[in-house]
């Protein structure tokens, strides 16, 4: 059998650090109003003429230092975004031209916060299907150029940023018997469309638009949806709850990931969390985890690592693999 193996992990997060009390200046809004409903104390936000791309690039050529490969070893490139550069070309088509890549293809991915579920899903695909040796997995994001900074109930959620991996293929055989990816699994509800979503495009108002949420719709999918998808890929391989070592959620609220941890019955500590500093970047809130938590040495080889999101849609997924 052929899977899908992280070889590394990369991110990139903007300069720029707005603070809850930045925040509170300009709107009617304050630190602990915030961090009680989110967690969240601060986000990082792209600077002028800072395009995704540029994050992308930047979280692509981490990944790629970190995992020992070069542009020249990559197949595909898959980048999740819901915040294009430009309506088209694709982004990942920028990237793989600043990472000076002339072979193989690009292209973008959208569903929204669950994008880097389903780009994966791709990848990996492509991988097991021979179609692809080795994939550059982005989710990158610029959420600040879509927030109605007068809308203190979206704005104080979102911030900028971008994360990456590399998946190389490898026979399931061996010291890699149980190793990558064992499996993925996407959902969708349309019927939801309207409780998440952004009042502008193309199509519409030729517009870019303005992020709307209905909140409480969104964070009771949200728990019931991730917790089903985490359950969906351990029953898919006679796994159980007990066997996680590592759940890497969507990084949209802090109360989200709790509920979620405490209806899988899950420690607090399995979770890695980085929504208190970086807030929701949407498609890039998981690689960006995902890479703090190879960094700093919580994941290691052999473990059990869950990754699940929701977002706008609805859309919501899982991915499950060994480390």
């Not at 793989?96 to 890549?101: C, D, F, I």
Request: aromatic letters at 6%.
């Amino acid at each position: 059998m052929r899977r899908s193996t992280v070889l590394g992990c990369g991110s990139y997060l903007p300069e720029q650090v707005v603070s809850n009390d930045d925040l509170s200046r300009t709107i009617d809004t304050s630190d602990e109003w915030i961090r009680q409903r989110t967690g969240i104390r601060q986000r990082h936000i792209a600077a002028e003429g800072q395009y995704t791309s540029h994050l992308a690039l930047n979280a692509a050529r981490d990944a790629l230092k970190r995992a020992g490969c070069t542009a020249d070893d990559v197949d595909v490139i898959v980048l999740a975004t819901a915040t294009p550069d430009n309506t088209f070309p694709a982004t990942a088509a920028r990237v793989q031209a600043g990472l000076g890549m002339k072979r193989g293809a690009a292209f973008d991915v959208q569903a929204v916060c669950s994008g880097f579920i389903y780009a994966m899903s791709v990848a990996d695909n492509m991988i097991r299907l021979g179609q692809a040796n080795t994939a550059l997995v982005i989710g990158a994001e610029t959420f600040s150029r879509i927030l109605d900074w007068e809308d203190r109930v979206t704005c104080v959620l979102f911030g900028d940023g971008a994360g990456a991996v590399v998946l190389r293929g490898e026979e399931a055989a061996g010291d890699n018997r149980d190793r990558g990816i064992l499996s993925t699994h996407l959902f969708s509800d349309g019927t939801g469309y309207d409780m998440l979503y952004v009042d502008g495009g193309p199509s519409t108002t030729g517009t870019s638009g303005h992020v709307r949420m209905q909140g409480r719709e969104v964070f009771r999918h949200a728990v019931t949806r991730m917790a089903e998808a985490i359950e969906i890929s351990l029953e898919a391989n006679g796994l159980a709850t007990k066997d996680i070592d590592w759940v890497v959620p969507h990084q949209a609220n802090i109360r989200i990931m709790d509920s979620m941890a405490k209806k899988l019955r899950l420690k607090p500590e399995q979770i890695v969390v980085t929504v208190d500093r970086q807030a929701n970047t949407s498609a890039a809130t998981i690689p960006l985890a995902i890479a703090e938590a190879d960094a700093d040495g919580r994941l290691q080889r052999g473990q059990l690592v869950s990754l699940t999101a929701m977002g706008g849609g609805f859309t919501w997924g899982s991915v499950l693999l060994r480390w």
